[in-house]
Each structure stands twice: as C-alpha cells, then as structure tokens.
C-alpha cells in the first residue's frame, strides 16, 4: 500500500475484518495487523487458516485473539477503545464501510477515526444506482464520504474502475479507491 506511505512492518487496523484473505497477505508483507469482528466463529476460522493458535483475553467487552504481529478483537467493534487498540500506522477498509446501513456509516466513519488516532485510511468503496439492487454492499458516493469523515479529513481519490461482475452480478458499479488522510488527533466529528 504505497499511497500510505507507510514505515516497513507498520500495524494496519482491518474493521470488521471477517477471516479476509488480506490479514495473511498483510503479515507476508512483514506488517503487523490487528482487527474486529463481531463473530468469533470467523475470527477463529481465521486462526485456523493462519495455522495459529492465539492467546485469547477477555478486554473489555471483546476478546483478544494475539499471536506474533497479530491482535484480532473478537465482538462490537464500537466497544473498542483507542487504549484497547494501541498504535496504528493506517486502517484498510475493504467491504467494511459498505457492508454497513447509512445510519451505522455515519456513526462508523468519526469513531473509526478516533479509534486510530487520526491514522490513515485506505478506503474501497462501491458507487451505483441502488433502485433496482440493495445491499450490501451498499453504494457510498464521494459525496458521502465527505459527508461522513470528520471536518478536515484529507480525501483524495486514488482509482475508479468497473467492478468486476457488478452488484451480486447485476447491476454494474464502479469500485473507488480512496486515501482519506484525518487530522493528526482524530479528535474532530
Ligand atoms: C462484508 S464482511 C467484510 C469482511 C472483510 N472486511 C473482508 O474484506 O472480507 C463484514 C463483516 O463485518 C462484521 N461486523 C458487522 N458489524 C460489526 C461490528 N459492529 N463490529 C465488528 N464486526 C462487525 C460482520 O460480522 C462481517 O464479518
């Protein structure tokens, strides 16, 4: 991810990471990765696939699933808190956001900046004409995004292509690549 010009082995935060295929490439890389996912039925099938066994403590509401270079926080990532999550370089957004109601991305975007101190964003999104498909993934436009991020978040557009084979196969989208840059505290929104 070299927009977010990041430091070699920096900790990149995945919200509702599901058992993605990105936190094993992320740890090939040489970064250190955490997560939160509601289920822990994907977190563990996650460890499975990494061939990992963690170490599991209850924080707070959640539970922590760590191993070397990996924290995965099991429940409601809107228990989190930035002291539970510790530093991190950069959040990846992939089928996160969009996976959410319009109500929840409103409240998700400011606490996820929070959450990371203000840190980096790579965004994936989905824009289209939701009339004839619903979600998700739900379609969040750019002007959504400016919407929703805290006042002074650096939004810049990395790439607009077609997404391949559309909305659940019918409906035809574009997929928008953003770097969304927050303010150094995360304070604002
Ligand atoms: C569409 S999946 C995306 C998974 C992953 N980002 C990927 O790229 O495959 C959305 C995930 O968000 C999780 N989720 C939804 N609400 C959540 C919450 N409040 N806290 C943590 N995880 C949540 C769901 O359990 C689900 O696994």
Redesign the pocket.
Same mark, same amino acid.
């Given at each position: 991810m070299p927009a977010l010009g990041l430091a070699p082995g920096a900790r990149i935060f @995945?919200p @509702?990471? *599901?058992k993605?295929g &990105?936190i094993p490439w992320l740890l090939s890389q040489g970064h250190a990765v955490a997560g $939160?996912? @509601? #289920?822990e039925i $994907?977190v563990k099938a996650l460890f499975d696939d990494l061939g990992i066994t963690p170490i599991v403590q209850k924080t707070g509401d959640l539970n922590r699933y760590s191993a070397d270079g990996i924290d995965i926080f099991a *429940? &409601?990532?809107?228990a989190m808190t930035p002291a539970m999550l510790g530093s991190v370089g950069a959040v990846y957004d992939? $089928? #996160?956001l969009v $996976? @959410?109601p319009a109500d929840v991305r409103a409240r998700y975007a400011p606490f996820l900046v929070r959450l990371t101190g203000g840190a980096p964003h790579l965004l994936i999104a989905f824009d289209y004409d939701a009339s004839t498909v619903s979600g998700?993934p739900f379609p969040v436009p750019e002007a959504e995004i400016r919407g929703i991020y805290p006042p002074g978040t650096g939004i810049t557009q990395l790439a607009d292509t077609p997404a391949t084979g559309g909305i659940k196969g019918v409906q035809p989208a574009r997929e928008q690549v953003w770097l969304l840059a927050p303010q150094a505290n995360g304070s604002a929104g």
């Open positions: @995945l @509702l990471c *599901g993605t &990105d $939160a996912e @509601l #289920s $994907a *429940g &409601d990532m809107f992939r $089928a #996160s $996976a @959410l998700p």
